[in-house]
T-cell receptor, first 114, second 113 residues
């Protein structure tokens, strides 16, 4: 049973560029959430996708956008990269329901913006 | 404004002893509480959870206690093992249709052999 997978594992970009990160959820899961973890901090919620729609969004600018595909996989896009976007980006999957269901995380993509 | 606080950035414990990690939250509407463990270069791994209708949940060496009146959550690890050395995050959510997690800043646990 495959867990949550993310690609790439590491990425280096320069300011102003755009980046796309990818996530495949755990088998049987239909909901994907994205988090940003800065150094020394806990993960911060970016947004959540369910049935190919953004269901909830955290306090992140419109430069952060996403997509969910019919097979439940998801992409996170960040435009006009800033130095402060350097972080570990985590994808988590879960099964939609009452809301208490546990989210399972992938290994993350470490993004460095120079 | 931090809604979830882990006031101890680090904790050192001898192998075989009890590790107690603490977490405080501000909003009584939180419905579900989780603990995750994170090793370097890996994503957070789910450990144990508890819903707001309970005050204790146990899974092997891990027990989570919830004190709703104090808005306090704790994770007990007994006995502690060197492999438990990692960063531990508590996380909460409101429940309902979406389950956005709000995380604390983490506690680095070091279990000394």
């Amino acid at each position: 049973d495959a867990g949550v997978t993310q690609s790439p594992t590491h990425l280096i970009k320069t300011r102003g560029q755009q980046v796309t990160l990818r996530c495949s959820p755990k088998s049987g899961h239909d909901t994907v959430s994205w988090y940003q973890q800065a150094l020394g901090q806990g993960p911060q919620f970016i947004f959540q996708y369910y049935e190919e729609e953004e269901r909830q969004r955290g306090n992140f600018p419109d430069r952060f956008s996403g997509h969910q595909f019919p097979n439940y996989s998801s992409e996170l896009n960040v435009n006009a990269l800033l130095l402060g976007d350097s972080a570990l980006y985590l994808c988590a999957s879960s099964l939609a329901g009452r809301g208490g269901e546990t989210q399972y995380f992938g290994p993350g993509t470490r993004l460095l913006v120079l | 404004d931090q809604q979830v606080k882990q006031n101890s950035p680090s904790l050192s414990v001898q192998e075989g002893r009890i590790s107690i990690l603490n977490c405080d939250y501000t909003n009584s509407m939180f419905d579900y509480f989780l603990w995750y463990k994170k090793y370097p270069a890996e994503g957070p791994t789910f450990l144990i959870s508890i819903s707001s209708i309970k005050d204790k949940n146990e899974d092997g060496r891990f027990t989570v206690f919830l004190n709703k009146s104090a808005k306090h959550l704790s994770l007990h690890i007994v006995p502690s093992q060197p492999g438990d050395s990692a960063v531990y995050f508590c996380a909460v959510n409101y429940g309902g249709a979406t389950n956005k997690l709000i995380f604390g800043t983490g506690t680095l646990l070091a279990v000394q052999p």
